[in-house]
């Protein structure tokens, strides 16, 4: 078979990078039994035994094999398989994936290899199988153990389900994770409470708690759900996720991350802190740093043209070069996000920004209280977390005259 053509890089950017940084695989697996209506994630509605499983796996290993000259001598340090519903695909699959990619990336000693599942698609031993294939993390996709919540957001799984994967998860997983969400229609504050005590209940190393919001271009952005919690309610409620998280002994580390020590998720961990990854699949995004370049990809989103293009070595649908002036908000979209911040030699390693870049927002911001500074260590404060987006803002570059 002929080599694929590397991919050509469009533009060079005035970026001057003395290192590169850890880098991370993401892999996209875009199918779902069922679209939910609050989705806008590049999911597609499958039935399981209709997936092109093994025309999949194909397409993702020539995208691997194009992508390879943009990352070579480069060890990874977490690998993500994410969706849509990687538990679809059949153990044996996400076996040969990763004797794919194990074949051609050096992958760290003990790399974190995450693997997403629904609990609609629960058997025991299917998970146990992911794990010989050298998953070491689980990520389940919960929402709620609620069967009428569940219903209202259009899951395919019920509470029942929900517990036994998470039983399971834990026998099989030395760390899992367990997704829920809150701000659900007519959920109560003690709905709420509930769904947090089953959750804790597994004693979850780590736990993501996500606000349930209506997305443009969803089926609830078409048609709302009745009886949704206004902000102050779901405000309320975030507090009470806090508290109880915090009860527990899980550390909120990241503005909707919780985690035992020790189980802080290193592969999104590295999204925050503004490092690489290759991104394979349908629709799958990537950042790539070089010593004068920082390149973002993005590749073709509807599954049958990312087949089509990838087998021909071609999965990149676009591809920019990321201009030094939107350094500032691209390091801090991620960093803000993170309890301790950051130091300023990693903006100075991950963008060759000094602090005064970050200039006038970095005062703005210390003066209105939503970031706080400790010697070389900048950090969001507690009313920070609060006004996230609004602190992410200041960073943004002024527009071109
Ligand atoms: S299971 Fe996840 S990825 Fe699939 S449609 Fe529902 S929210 Fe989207």
């Not at 691997?64 to 153990?91: K, M, N, Q």
């Not at 409470?193 to 804790?200: I, N, P, R, S």
Request: hydrophobic residues 45%; neutral net charge.
């Amino acid at each position: 078979m002929a080599r694929p053509e590397p991919i050509r890089l469009q533009r060079r950017g005035d970026v001057r990078l003395s290192a590169l940084p850890p880098l991370s695989l993401y892999v996209h697996l875009p199918w779902c039994l069922r679209k939910c209506p609050y989705c806008d994630f590049n999911s597609h509605e499958r039935a399981s035994g209709d997936l092109p499983e093994t025309q999949y796996l194909d397409a993702l290993r020539a995208d691997l094999e194009a992508s390879l000259p943009l990352v070579w001598g480069r060890r990874v340090v977490s690998v993500f398989i994410g969706g849509g519903t990687p538990s679809l695909f059949s153990p044996a699959g996400i076996d040969r994936l990763l004797a794919d990619v194990r074949a051609r990336l050096p992958l760290e000693p003990g790399c974190e290899i995450t693997l997403e599942a629904n609990p609609g698609t629960f058997e025991r031993d299917r998970f146990r199988a992911f794990r010989a294939a050298g998953v070491t993390r689980l990520s389940l996709g919960v929402q709620s153990f609620d069967d009428a919540a569940l219903r209202a957001i259009g899951r395919v799984h019920d509470g029942a389900q929900a517990r036994a994967a998470l039983a399971e998860a834990a026998q099989a997983f030395e760390t899992f994770n367990v997704d829920l969400m809150y701000a659900l229609p007519g959920q109560t504050p003690a709905a709420l409470q509930a769904d947090l005590d089953e959750a804790l209940a597994f004693s979850p190393p780590h736990l993501s708690v996500y606000h349930l919001t209506i997305e443009p271009n969803t089926a609830f952005a078409a048609r709302p759900p009745a009886g949704l919690p206004d902000d102050d309610a779901a405000s309320e409620m975030l507090d009470a996720i806090v508290a109880r998280t915090a009860a527990a002994g899980l550390e909120r580390y990241e503005v909707s991350a919780f985690a035992r020590a020790g189980h802080r998720c290193v592969h999104n961990q590295n999204y925050w802190r503004f490092g690489d990854y290759l991104g394979l699949g349908a629709g799958a995004h990537g950042k790539l740093s070089f010593p004068d370049r920082i390149v973002r990809q993005v590749r073709w989103r509807e599954p049958a043209a990312y087949l089509r293009q990838a087998l021909q070595g071609r999965a990149v649908s676009n591809e920019h070069a990321v201009s030094a002036d939107d350094l500032p908000f691209e390091f801090m979209l991620g960093a803000l996000r993170l309890a301790e911040g950051f130091d300023r030699p990693l903006l100075a390693e991950r963008t060759g920004l000094g602090l005064q870049a970050l200039e006038p927002g970095l005062q703005q911001a210390l003066d209105r209280g939503w970031l706080q500074q400790q010697g070389q260590r900048l950090r969001p404060t507690a009313r920070g977390f609060d006004f996230l987006s609004d602190v992410q803002q200041l960073f943004l570059a002024a527009p071109k005259a």
